[in-house]
């Protein structure tokens, strides 16, 4: 049985092995590792609910949400990581990205809330399209060693509307979240297979993308 006491050893004990030591930082990364999420299985159904950090220590599957936020011209929102987005060191992202947690009746709700959290735009849920779900088992890496992130990835899409274009940079620096995503800009799906090709995009975007690229077809094929 998974109590307080014993959940207060595990957190101890990872946030060794992890290095975590600022009494500061281990607050943060106490609540992160005590976040709720439904554990599922291969086809998506939930099996039970455990902590964050020890469904990603064990690599167990778990939901998590991306949206790919497009202009109305068709460029696609991306975060940036590193140096400068004119630098080779530039690494991007999917414009949003998050956890499904246990008490989220629904996927669309863990969307909304992301967007908002990220980018500060109170998404309408009615623009949200789903366009793809599909398990994901992402690579350990040097950084995170002890993390084994097996998800059940749900891809969704939503374009900005003239008002929401006009004022993103208002309400990106309103964000309640500032330290998740600190730079979005727009770029060509040509310059994000690019940066796709040459590693210089995180494991999310390189696994959605395809996904991204495919609805765009279906809705051209469609006009």
């Known amino acids: 049985m998974l109590n307080k006491q014993l959940l207060d050893e595990i957190i101890r004990a990872s946030a060794i092995l992890e290095k975590v030591t600022d009494a500061g930082k281990m607050a943060s990364y106490a609540k992160r590792y005590s976040e709720s999420l439904a554990v599922i299985d291969e086809q998506g159904n939930e ?24 202009k109305t011209d068709g460029l696609v929102l991306l975060q940036t990581r590193g140096s400068g987005v004119m630098s080779s060191a530039f690494r991007l992202d999917v414009t949003v990205g998050g956890h499904v947690n246990a008490e989220d009746s629904d996927t669309l709700i863990a969307a909304v809330r992301e967007v908002e959290e990220e980018i500060g735009i109170k998404a309408d849920s009615s623009r949200l399209k789903k366009v793809a779900e599909f398990n994901r088992d992402s690579p350990i890496t040097i950084d995170k060693p002890f993390e084994f992130n097996r998800e059940r990835r749900i891809v969704y899409v939503y ?8 004022s993103l940079a208002e309400s990106f620096e309103k964000r309640s979240i500032k330290g998740e995503v600190l730079k979005v800009v727009y770029f060509k799906s ?19 993308f395809p996904h991204f690229l495919a609805y765009r077809l279906r809705e051209s094929s469609m006009k």
């Open 190 to 208: 040509a310059e994000v297979l690019a940066a796709i090709d040459e590693g210089r995009a995180a494991d999310g975007l390189v696994s959605c």
């Open 159 to 166: 374009k900005l509307s003239s008002a929401e274009e006009a």
């Open 47 to 70: 099996t039970g609910v455990l902590p964050r950090g020890l469904i990603h220590r064990l690599g167990l599957r778990h939901r998590t949400v991306f949206v790919f936020v497009e």
